[in-house]
């Protein structure tokens, strides 16, 4: 059971635009704590998609955004493409547990 | 070019040991926070362990590998290290190597991974 909650799979046709949610609690997401998102191919290691709630590390495509509310982030994609087929997962800060952690991690698939 | 590549993964048997070693290039190691991040077979993604900047720089680790794994660093060769003992079977997984950047510790993130190392504990 991980720390913040992801659905597990998400799909999407090519153009469309996707969200995936991850939510917190009081002593993580609510606690004011940033949240980053990370994408891993199939077979490759996670990759720094979104950090500091909103901001796109260089390269990145536009397409990706991220927002935060509350107890809650998310990670939009517009222009669904085949190559975002992936596993998305989002991490933040958990101050009971005094640890960094990420949400279970969202399937997205391309139809 | 920022890269990270571990090594020192295999296969060992519950209640051994293990060293994994992340070499660093391509940014002043020194600087950073790094980190072990793990992964289970066909599992998410587990923060393991991370040493702050500097030398013997604070270290944390997750409740599950306390007192079992230990994060060292050594700045002059650019090297972050894994030493694993008392090894489970449920400490199977490939093991990443990731920088960290932020403002504040709690704030941290991963901006940059290595390829990982599979670490397989079974008899």
């Known amino acids: 059971q991980s720390v913040l909650t992801q659905p597990p799979s998400l799909s999407g046709a090519p153009g469309q635009r996707v969200t995936v949610s991850c939510t917190g609690i009081s002593s993580n997401i609510g606690a004011g704590y940033d949240v980053h998102w990370y994408q891993q191919l199939p077979g490759t290691a996670p990759k720094l998609l979104i950090f500091?709630?909103?901001n796109r590390p260089s390269g990145v495509p536009a397409r990706f955004s991220g927002s935060k509310s509350g107890t809650s982030a998310s990670l939009a994609i517009t222009g669904l493409q085949a190559e975002d087929e992936a596993d998305y997962y989002c991490?933040?800060?958990?101050?009971?547990?005094?640890?960094?952690?990420f949400g279970g991690g969202t399937k997205l698939t391309v139809l | 070019e920022v890269r990270l590549l571990e090594s020192g993964g295999g296969l060992v048997q519950p209640g051994g040991s293990l060293r994994l070693s992340c070499a660093a290039s391509g940014f002043d190691f020194a600087c950073c926070a790094m980190s072990w991040v793990r992964q289970a077979p066909g599992k998410g993604l587990e923060w393991v362990s991370t040493?702050?900047?500097?030398?013997?720089?604070?270290?944390d680790y997750a409740d599950s590998v306390k007192g079992r794994l230990t994060i060292s660093r050594d700045n002059s060769e650019n090297t972050l290290y894994l030493q694993m003992n008392n090894l489970r079977v449920e400490d199977t997984a490939v093991y990443y190597c990731?920088?960290?950047?932020?403002?504040?510790?709690?704030?941290?993130?991963?901006?940059?991974w290595g390829r990982g190392t599979l670490v397989t504990v079974s008899s």
């Open positions: 991490q933040s800060y958990d101050s009971s547990l005094s640890r960094w952690v």
């Open positions: 500091g709630n909103t």
């Open positions: 990731a920088k960290g950047r932020g403002q504040d510790r709690e704030n941290w993130f991963f901006d940059v």
């Open positions: 040493i702050t900047n500097g030398n013997g720089g604070r270290t």
